[in-house]
């Protein structure tokens, strides 16, 4: 059993910054794969970023290449997403999720989920 807990997220004008924090608690946090998706209103849930759970591998959606930047901490059984240049488009409600399989890019790999953080993203 994971809980998983978002912060981070807001109103912002487009070309800002945000960075959304996910809490994990329970046991066996540094063996988690962990990632980020999102879902804007009538769309599917997309996948937006995954980080290994040695911190070794980083995985990103190509609408967010070069903007947003995956990290976790170990120690504090944290992952942050740094949102940099945000688009209207960015905006969504966002979720961490978390698995300790070997795929951890798709949704349907995904076992443990956070309930989401809004963020809005004004023109």
């Known amino acids: 059993q994971v809980v998983l807990v978002e912060s981070g997220g807001g109103l912002v004008q487009a070309g800002g910054s945000l960075r959304l924090s996910c809490a994990a608690s329970?046991?066996?946090?540094?063996?988690?794969?962990m990632a980020w998706f999102r879902q804007a209103p009538g769309k599917e849930r997309e996948f937006v970023s995954a980080?290994?759970?040695?911190?070794?591998?980083?995985y990103y959606a190509d609408s967010v290449k070069g903007r947003f930047t995956i990290s976790r901490d170990n120690a504090k059984n944290t992952v942050y997403l740094q949102m940099n240049s945000l688009k209207p488009e960015d905006t969504a409600v966002y979720y961490c999720?978390?698995?300790?399989?070997?795929?951890?890019?798709?949704?349907?790999?995904?076992?443990?989920w956070g309930e989401g953080t809004l963020v809005t993203v004004s023109s």
């Open positions: 999720a978390a698995t300790r399989g070997n795929s951890y890019t798709s949704s349907y790999d995904m076992n443990y």
């Open positions: 980080v290994h759970w040695s911190g070794s591998y980083t």
């Open positions: 329970g046991r066996t946090f540094s063996n988690l794969n």
